[in-house]
């Protein structure tokens, strides 16, 4: 409440106070006849009076107090004033409240008798504090008019209270206090207050000289034509059309941009090597900035959601989500779990890991050894004992299960239903997708990448290599890939590929993101010990060990073994696998005679097999062989193919690798007349999970991505200003992904176009065998809304 609103406050309670007082007058008027004791009562009410008198003084003193910062000098003159006031108030109060004073009043007191009461004491007073207070204060901030001598206030007949000068003259002073105040002392010390620095800071921010916008040229036709193409090169590259090729194209349209690049290089001192990411880095600041200057905002199209999810518990949510579980010992099942579990460690962020749940009936026909579960809680704890039994931690993450059915044809799962709807949406943060192209093939549902903020899909199986063996696999083969690349594309926002074996995607790179159990490197720190004691470490030859499909490298091997017999005479190689084609494998060895010993399958951590000293593996089909990371952390030699799967063990000196057949036997020799080296501290860390993790959170930007509050790629400009790439410019690809992830939900919704592509029947929902185990409600008949 300011100075003024609480003068009105003090006046109006005054006037109340003494209207109070004259109605009692009127009381004692009317009521002549009444007895001694109500006289009396009425002395009392007047004492009364006075106290209060005394406290609307000390009000008005409280209220005098200036509520700004004012220059001391006259703060302090007017509250001397104040403060010297207050005494005579109390002397006041203390003469007019003495017993003398009740019976005076009472022996003057009488029907139709006027009062009078003389305030000249307090009017003198007042006025010599005033004439003081001038004395003192010569520059004018209080003025007092002059007072009229022998002014009383009384209360006439009527109950008027009448002109009182020391009141009067006090609001006179408070009035003319509060406006010299604030309009000069208040503002004038405030000058330079950083409030008003602020206030100014703030006028400056609402308005801005628009020179950046000046500054910026409008796009010309060559920069135009470079982001078209660049912004194709999906679409182009569906047509046949190399991204080299695009990149070249871009590269002649900003020949201008390139010279301007190599001058700025030379002239910070740097060499003039301009690169394509240099040139789009560029291209991408020139269209941000001009649609910056234009005030234009991309808010999305017809296609994109940009509603992510946020998170509101300050930790980042990791789904992983894979076609493969326990006990069925493959890839797709090892790996993601052990990422799970590393992931976790860091303890950054949250993880769950979603795997396929198979009925009884398909659990027979994939898990080993007769190896069934009844519940999901069963499975889950399989999974945990495994794995805890490898790492030596307790991992802390989150196991959940999807329904999925088992193709005997693919020899994979497949999922029934809409993986995505499992996971919820509180923890739809971040995806990483094991097989994105296998889980995608059949989805109907969600689109991944409207679901969740960052979707990563790592690429473990080279299909095609698979599908070019079988019948009329070369038109298979074609269709797959296409198949794919939509897939993809349409559900992805970054592919990593364990090696170049694999089919070259859309977004993708290449990075081995995969470890070994902590087992094996241990094992191999024990040979290295036994080696230094001087103790033979390796008793055996050499054994290869695989799942016994032709696909897996038994065709190479039993073709090199026939091809060179005679070369490798007195040769023994103990083979262990099992799977389906495991009899026809064994038959064709017996039938051309080979020294091949075939033994079932076991976990290559089993101890029979510490004791071999070389790993034979030809298979050219593998992405990244797991088996060949196993053998080379065991201090084993390895002899496989030089083949692009191979490429990350090539820097590994235990690691020989053949291009021919004869080069195959020269290395085979080589293996078995020597001693493999043992690894060093680099090498052994080069192949553990907890490089493998690292490497994997910086190729997938999860760094990026778990360290940013914002989503969208950020531009920064040469005057160090940040654009938001994803809000300032639309993205063509952005929007043909989306319309190939339409066309993708209506195709799979169709059952007869599912089955015409080899999906299983009835796995667009998941049944009622799935509800009974998973607990889940019954799906709905048809999704009538699409969630984008």
């Not at 209220?63 to 403060?83: C, G, H, L, N, Y």
């Not at 996971?423 to 109907?444: F, M, Q, R, T």
């Not at 690429?459 to 298979?476: F, M, P, S």
């Not at 030699?637 to 799967?645: E, G, I, L």
Request: charged share 30%; aromatic share 10%.
């Amino acid at each position: 409440m300011d100075k003024q609103s609480q003068t009105t406050v003090g006046t109006a309670s005054n006037s109340s106070a003494f209207s109070f007082i004259s109605k009692g007058w009127r009381e004692v008027r009317d009521s002549a006849d009444a007895d001694l004791q109500l006289m009396k009562d009425r002395a009392n009410s007047f004492k009364n009076l006075a106290a209060s008198f005394d406290r609307e003084i000390e009000n008005l003193i409280h209220s005098a107090a200036p509520t700004f910062a004012v220059p001391a000098i006259r703060q302090s003159s007017e509250i001397d004033f104040m403060k010297k006031l207050q005494p005579k108030i109390s002397e006041f109060r203390r003469v007019y409240s003495a017993p003398e004073i009740s019976r005076k009043v009472m022996e003057k007191w009488g029907p139709r008798a006027k009062i009078g009461i003389d305030l000249s004491r307090i009017r003198n007073a007042i006025v010599a504090e005033v004439r003081e207070t001038e004395m003192e204060d010569m520059d004018g901030i209080i003025e007092y008019s002059k007072v009229s001598k022998g002014r009383r206030a009384r209360f006439t007949e009527d109950g008027q209270f009448g002109d009182w000068e020391p009141i009067r003259a006090i609001k006179t002073r408070l009035r003319e206090f509060e406006k010299k105040s604030s309009t000069v002392e208040i503002f004038g010390g405030l000058k330079n207050n950083e409030f008003l620095e602020k206030f100014k800071s703030s006028l400056k921010a609402i308005y801005k000289e628009p020179d950046e916008s000046k500054d910026v040229p409008p796009l010309d036709v060559p920069e135009l034509l470079a982001y078209l193409v660049r912004q194709s090169g999906p679409l182009l590259d569906q047509l046949g059309v190399r991204k080299d090729l695009c990149d070249k194209i871009v590269e002649s349209l900003c020949s201008k941009r390139k010279n301007e690049l190599v001058l700025r290089s030379l002239a910070d001192g740097e060499p003039p090597i301009v690169d394509n990411d240099k040139i789009n880095d560029e291209l991408d600041l020139r269209i941000a900035s001009v649609l910056q200057s234009t005030g234009h905002c991309y808010e999305g199209g017809l296609w994109t959601d940009l509603t992510k999810q946020d998170v509101s518990d300050g930790k980042r949510h990791v789904a992983i989500v894979t076609t493969a579980s326990l006990p069925w010992m493959t890839g797709t099942a090892v790996n993601p779990l052990f990422r799970a579990a590393y992931l976790a460690k860091s303890a950054k962020q949250k993880v769950t890991l979603l795997v396929p749940w198979l009925c009884r009936s398909d659990q027979e026909l994939v898990y080993p050894n007769n190896l069934t579960f009844s519940s999901p809680e069963e499975q889950e704890n399989y999974i945990r004992n495994w794995l805890e039994e490898r790492i030596g931690f307790k991992a802390d993450f989150k196991i959940s299960f999807y329904p999925g059915k088992f193709s005997k044809e693919r020899r994979s799962i497949i999922p029934a239903g809409d993986t995505s709807q499992f996971i919820s949406s509180k923890d739809a943060d971040i995806a990483i997708l094991e097989e994105p192209e296998h889980l995608n093939w059949y989805h109907h549902g969600k689109r991944w990448t409207d679901k969740f903020n960052h979707v990563v899909g790592i690429v473990h199986t080279n299909y095609l290599e698979y599908i070019k063996r079988e019948k009329n696999g070369a038109l298979q083969a074609f269709l797959v890939k296409h198949i794919n690349n939509w897939v993809t594309r349409a559900y992805c926002h970054k592919v990593l590929r364990l090696s170049a074996a694999t089919q070259d995607l859309p977004k993708s790179v290449i990075c081995n993101v995969h470890g070994v159990n902590p087992k094996f490197l241990k094992i191999g720190e024990k040979v290295a010990e036994e080696k230094e004691l001087g103790q033979q470490a390796f008793s055996k030859g050499a054994y290869f060990l695989g799942k016994m499909v032709w696909a897996k490298g038994y065709k190479e091997l039993i073709d090199l073994l026939a091809k060179h017999k005679n070369d490798l005479d007195g040769f023994k190689l103990d083979v262990y696998g099992n799977g389906e084609d495991a009899h026809e494998v064994q038959s064709t060895a017996k039938s051309l005679d080979l020294n091949l010993n075939f033994l079932k399958g076991r976990d290559h951590a089993d101890d029979s097999l510490h004791g071999y000293k070389v790993f034979i593996n030809p298979s050219v089909s593998d992405v990244l062989c797991t088996a060949t990371a196993e053998a080379l952390a065991m201090g084993k030699f390895v002899v496989c193919a030089d083949h692009p799967s191979n490429e990350f063990f090539r820097s590994f000196p235990n690691c020989l690798t053949y291009k021919t057949s004869e080069d195959f036997v020269a290395k085979v020799r080589e293996a078995m007349a020597n001693e493999p080296q043992p690894l060093t501290p680099e090498q052994r860390y080069t192949l553990s999970w907890e490089a493998a993790t690292q490497r994997f959170i910086e190729y997938s930007e999860l760094d990026r991505v778990l360290n940013s509050e914002h989503n969208g790629t950020k531009l920064r400009l040469s005057n160090g200003k940040v654009i938001a790439k994803s809000v300032s410019m639309p993205s063509l690809s952005e929007m043909a992904d989306g319309g190939i992830a339409f066309a993708h939900y209506c195709l799979t919704g169709n059952e007869f176009l599912r089955l015409c592509t080899g999906a299983i029947p009835n796995t667009r929902d998941y049944d009622e065998q799935h509800c009974k185990d998973l607990r889940l409600l019954p799906p709905q008949v048809e999704n009538p809304i699409y969630g984008w």
